[in-house]
């Protein structure tokens, strides 16, 4: 891999500095990123600790919904690569 491509981890990365949560919407429709869950697995494989919640509320059209929220329990910049 070419050490100057953006990552989906490193998409993640970012975000969270910024918004400080993550779901698997925000990362769709901002980020293009499909499969949050690997994405998640993979940065808590690199010893990232990141927590998550199940959220429940309704849509648009009132209908009850579910999605979880990621984020980082604690940053250790020095781990983040560009920061």
């Not at 490193?10 to 698997?24: A, F, G, N, Q």
């Not at 990232?48 to 579910?66: D, E, L, Q, R």
Request: proline residues 1%.
């Amino acid at each position: 891999m070419r050490e100057d491509r953006i990552t989906q981890q490193d998409c993640v990365l970012r975000w969270w500095k910024e918004h400080k949560y993550i779901s698997t919407a925000e990362s769709f429709s901002d980020l293009y990123i499909l499969d949050l869950q690997g994405v998640i697995r993979n940065l808590r494989e690199k010893g990232f600790n990141i927590a998550s919640k199940w959220v429940y509320t309704h849509n648009i059209y009132g209908k009850p919904v579910k999605y979880k929220r990621y984020w980082l329990e604690e940053i250790n910049y020095k781990q983040v690569k560009g920061y």
